[in-house]
């Protein structure tokens, strides 16, 4: 089957500290991946994408690479901000009838100043 | 500006009523879905839609219905409420290739007691 799964959270770190949240999958079929992004009381905005192997999505500061080998989409950042406070879902996007994304459980990231 | 729009926003329902939460969007996607999100349990698919008159079940369909008459809106219903239900629900649509993740509404928060 399809899953995703990602670091538990909570994760709390310091400003300008360097941001990893793992994240690796299973899937049938070669998968499109995503990371979005849920701001409080807000819904879920596309952070950044990747469709193919190596390739590498990268939006306001953040990063991740697919690698196929590993199965694995990590997200990183080099220098986090208070502004970056929200909750980080992977995803994966397999054609099945229909196109679907598949969650992972999502991260609360909290940044302190 | 463009988007999903979901009405409405709140709702506290009485065991046993029944509602209807309507999802538009004026991207001229062709698929639809609904989502509940619950606490460390990430995002679940309830329903989606493949195309206008078209709708089929996802992981966590009980308790639902839905309609899809216009490509636009995508109604989902709860015929008789539970405290089961209650969640955050999302809609979302995307255009039919995998290559582009989906477009989030910005929720429905309903409480059944």
């Known amino acids: 089957g399809n899953s995703v799964t990602q670091m538990e959270g909570p994760v709390t770190l310091s400003e300008e500290a360097f941001l990893t949240i793992n994240c690796t999958y299973t899937?049938?079929?070669?998968?499109?991946l995503f990371w979005y992004v849920q701001y409080p009381g807000e819904g879920l905005q596309l952070l950044l994408k990747a469709t193919k192997a190596d390739d590498k999505g990268s939006n306001k500061g953040f990063e991740a690479t697919y690698r196929k080998e590993t199965t694995s989409f990590h997200l990183e950042k080099g220098s986090v901000q208070v502004s970056d406070s929200a909750v980080y879902f992977c995803?994966?996007?397999?054609?099945?009838?229909?196109?679907?994304?598949?969650f992972g459980q999502g991260t609360r990231l909290t940044i302190n100043p | 500006n463009a988007g999903v729009t979901q009405t409405p926003k709140f709702r506290v329902l009485k065991t046993g009523q029944s509602m209807t939460l309507l999802c538009a969007q004026d991207m001229n996607h062709e698929y639809m879905y609904w989502y509940r999100q619950d606490p460390g349990m990430g995002l679940r698919l309830i329903h989606y839609?493949?195309?206008?008159?078209?709708?089929a079940k996802g992981e966590v369909p009980d308790g639902y219905n839905v309609s899809r008459l216009k490509k636009q809106n995508f109604l989902l219903g709860l015929e008789s409420a539970a405290p089961s239900q209650t969640s955050v629900y999302f809609c979302a649509s995307s255009y039919r290739d995998r290559y582009y993740g989906y477009t989030f509404g910005s929720g429905t928060r309903l409480t059944v007691v």
């Open positions: 839609s493949v195309g206008e008159g078209t709708t």
């Open positions: 899937a049938t079929g070669y998968p499109s």
């Open positions: 995803a994966l996007s397999v054609y099945q009838g229909a196109q679907k994304l598949v």
